[in-house]
């Protein structure tokens, strides 16, 4: 049997496999270091109208329905917070499972988060006095906005890759499995220097399961002849490189799937895309010893979350039902892993949406609420509100305009809580998050 040039490209471009140019020593095993630490990004994509996901139930409430008659949450409806450092506020009814974790300290709220050059006043706004972030209101530059730590540009790396290139050193085995993702092509993952994230489907399936190169003659035709094509000499150098690009891929992912072979799970994750997802996550951290590495970015993305004249509510309400059985499962397994302190995971998404109704649905904001689950938010600092809520008045301290809510706290300050956490010291801290020095520590943060 054999196998064209034409054919094998095809196959390669089915099975969307990510070169790793970086990677070396592939079959080398080593034991994954006792300080693990992994952050899990889940990606809100379409600006998540966290107006509706972090809600007052105290006085406050009042303005909250008159302002958006017709996307305001019944108030009988909204799950209360026991917070530690805050009053009056409760979660969206989808929330229950994230509502437990907050009231038992292992997840925290985030409140009117977004990009910010520097400390940000709606007077210094008004009279343009200050630098803006660059294309406030547009998806793909407010994710990138998110994603990247640089507001003042289009991006072209990311902090989670900037972090994996200080934490994991050059050379060391396994190392493009640093920055995984389960949820195609991201800036947040995209490294300074080397790293790109390693794209894995969240069915955990390769397009070349089938490949074996150790085949013996004449036992698997199709594995012969692709180890066959892999191994000519070609004169062109576009062939040659994509061959050996090809070959280095190919030994990544039979390193990656005898690693999740290795590894067990045993939480029961939901049969959803984002539960997927998370489950494969869950699955890759636990091969972490079989990888050898003590530092690892994974990303997790959910869309339809731009939601201007459709049904918002119900939209909504069928996401984050999603959203929380997936990371209550994720929860559940870290915690029987033994990992609940070693692994974060934390939400973002495009933008906020306007507080005022548009009618039908909301339009794009800036600031935002999030939560945030697992280590870096335990103990001192789990069960709190981090941040500062905004002031809900229409036109009041906090609103540059129709409800959009000028951040209180920056991805920044986030941010460098979470840098620090991975432990990364002043340096790594100044290249990861240029604009980081100008913000004082995040409001709650222990």
């Given at each position: ?44 994509f379409?600006?998540?109208d ?21 996307l ?28 437990g ?7 925290s ?46 991006p ?45 489907s ?16 004449g ?14 000499a ?30 067990a ?15 494969m ?7 972490r ?20 004249g459709?049904?918002?509510l ?5 996401n ?8 209550t499962a ?18 973002a ?5 306007t ?5 039908s ?47 209180t ?8 809580e ?6 990364a ?15 004082d520590?995040i409001?709650?943060?222990?």
């Open positions: 049997m054999t196998i064209g040039r034409r054919h094998l490209l095809q196959l390669g471009a089915a099975a969307a496999l990510s070169p790793w140019p970086q990677m070396r020593v592939l079959a080398q095993t080593a034991q994954a270091a006792s300080d693990y630490r992994a952050l899990v990004c889940v990606f809100m379409g600006g998540n966290g107006n509706n996901l972090l809600v007052p139930t105290d006085t406050r409430y009042a303005t909250y329905q008159r302002t958006r008659p017709n305001a949450l019944d108030s009988a409806s909204l799950l209360p917070l026991t917070l530690s450092n805050a009053t009056g506020l409760g979660l969206h009814p989808a929330f229950s499972g994230l509502r974790l907050v009231n038992t300290g292992q997840a709220v985030i409140a009117n988060i977004g990009p910010l050059l520097q400390p940000t006043s709606k007077a210094q706004y008004d009279a343009g006095s200050v630098p803006l972030p660059y294309n406030l209101f547009s998806h793909s530059d407010q994710q990138g906005a998110w994603q990247s730590g640089v507001v003042e540009a289009p072209r790396n990311g902090w989670g890759g900037r972090l994996l290139e200080r934490a994991v050193a050059e050379g060391q085995a396994h190392r493009g499995y640093a920055a995984i993702s389960l949820s195609g092509g991201n800036i947040w993952e995209a490294g300074d220097k080397a790293l790109t994230p390693y794209r894995v969240a069915a955990g399936r390769f397009g070349f399961d089938f490949y074996n190169p150790n085949v013996q003659a036992s698997d035709p199709l594995s012969a002849a692709v180890a066959s094509t892999l191994a000519e070609r004169s062109h150098p576009f062939e040659q490189t994509w061959l050996n690009m090809m070959s280095r891929s190919l030994e990544v992912q039979r390193t990656l799937a005898a690693a999740l072979n290795s590894s799970v045993t939480t029961s994750f939901p049969d959803t895309e984002l539960g997927r997802q998370l489950g996550t869950a699955k890759l951290i636990a091969a010893t079989s990888l050898g590495l003590s530092r690892q970015c994974f990303f997790t993305s959910i869309g339809g979350f731009d939601t201007h459709d049904d918002q119900q939209r909504q309400n069928e984050f039902l999603e959203i929380d059985a997936a990371v994720f929860n559940t397994a870290m915690t029987a892993m033994g990992l609940a302190d070693s692994v974060t995971l934390f939400s998404s495009d933008f906020g949406r507080f005022s109704s548009n009618g649905g909301t339009d794009h904001a800036w600031g935002n609420h999030h939560f945030a689950v697992g280590g870096a938010v335990r103990g001192g600092n789990g069960g709190k509100l981090l941040g500062r809520m905004p002031d809900l008045t229409i036109d009041g301290p906090d609103d540059v305009g129709q409800g959009v809510w000028l951040p706290t920056a991805t920044d300050q986030l941010g460098t979470l840098a620090r956490w991975f432990g010291d002043a340096t790594t801290l100044a290249a990861v998050w240029p604009h980081g020095s100008g913000f520590r409001a709650g943060w222990a």
